[in-house]
């Protein structure tokens, strides 16, 4: 890539960075917690190159940052809980796990393959700002390579991302504090996925009962989470260089299959195409069939495509 833009938080260096997400490109930009990596939550390619410039090492699902509740609604199924709450708490640092709208269009990168979806609206003025300018919905986790401290400057993004995405949109310093209260209302029980900058004694107090800790292992909804097991109802074999009887294949780089993630070999795009794929060979291959996949390296976004494919292929 490119030698990373720094571009000013005004009316031109946000008409950029809203062009460079409508080209699929990645652009970092504060929200009042700290800065987001943003690209199109729509575009699987958008996403899997954040995975990819954040080295992150397995597919989690990331919260899409939207600029009002009219937008969120377009994406989520809101009952009258979640929009009592978004009434009190957005903009703000907080994050509701909803019901994904059927049709949403949002990647399954973004939800992890799930059928619920992360959602916030933040808010800080740049990053209202550009979410206005660009039309869409942003999936954003921290501005930061995996496992490093999360930027609150735009130095920081720049110091760690450069020439790894588009461009970074300088707001300037973050409010130092804690990350965005995860608040999931995708069931009967109010739960608490993971505490942040809105106090469960408030939401507790507006909801008029106490929220339930923590979610599932096998099922995690939000970030900072266990990663999710996504299994097909056809059992997965792994590292095949050719289908046995029965089975659907999908082929990587050289190993040709009924389906392939990237001919090319090519890991964004093999990321990009990863949940599509599994549905569709786990529709070719039935309840009772096999899917096999070809090697993948364990390099690079490799092993988030692998940490996937191993979970889907555990003993279940």
């Known amino acids: 890539m490119d030698q990373t833009e720094l571009l000013a938080a005004d009316d031109a260096g946000l008409a950029r960075a809203a062009a460079l997400l409508a080209a699929g490109g990645l652009v970092a930009f504060p929200t009042e917690t700290v800065y987001g990596l943003g690209g199109d939550a729509r575009s699987d390619t958008a ?3 954040i995975f990819e410039a954040k080295g992150r090492p397995r597919f989690n699902p990331l919260i899409v940052h939207l600029p009002d509740l009219a937008a969120a609604e377009r994406i989520a ?13 957005w903009p703000g640092p907080l ?7 059927p049709g949403a269009g949002v990647s399954p990168l973004v939800t992890a393959g799930l059928d619920t979806v992360a959602l916030r609206v933040p808010a800080h003025p740049v990053a209202r700002a550009l979410l206005t300018a660009f039309g869409g919905p942003v999936a954003a986790p921290s501005a930061n390579p995996s496992g490093k401290v999360s930027p609150t400057r735009a130095a920081h993004v720049m110091a760690g991302l450069t020439g790894r995405i588009a461009a970074v949109v300088d707001g300037g310093a973050c409010a130092v504090g804690v990350e965005s209260t995860i608040l999931g209302l995708d069931g009967a029980e109010p739960r608490m996925l993971r505490p942040g900058g809105v106090p469960a004694e408030a939401l507790e107090a507006l909801l ?3 929220l ?14 266990l990663a999710s097991h996504y299994a097909p109802g056809a059992a997965v074999r792994l590292e095949a260089r050719a289908a046995e009887t029965g089975e ?11 389906l392939t993630l990237s001919s090319e070999g090519n890991l964004v795009e093999a990321a990009a195409n990863l949940f599509h794929i599994l549905r569709e060979a786990d529709l070719l291959a039935g309840p009772e ?8 390296p364990e390099t690079g976004l490799g092993r988030a495509i692998n940490d996937r494919l191993r979970r889907a292929a555990a003993p279940r």
């Not at 339930?212 to 900072?224: D, L, T, Y």
């Not at 082929?251 to 009924?258: N, T």
């Open 212 to 225: 339930a800790i923590g979610g599932s292992a096998e099922k995690p909804s939000a970030p900072g989470q």
């Open 77 to 89: 199924v809101f009952d009258h809980r979640a929009r009592t709450v978004a009434a009190a708490f």
């Open 95 to 101: 994050t509701l796990v909803l019901p994904l709208r």
């Open 208 to 210: 008029g009962q106490p």
């Open 289 to 296: 069939g096999r899917i096999a996949f070809a090697p993948v």
């Open 248 to 258: 659907i294949l999908v082929g990587f780089g050289p190993v040709l299959g009924d």
């Open 47 to 49: 996403v899997a190159r």
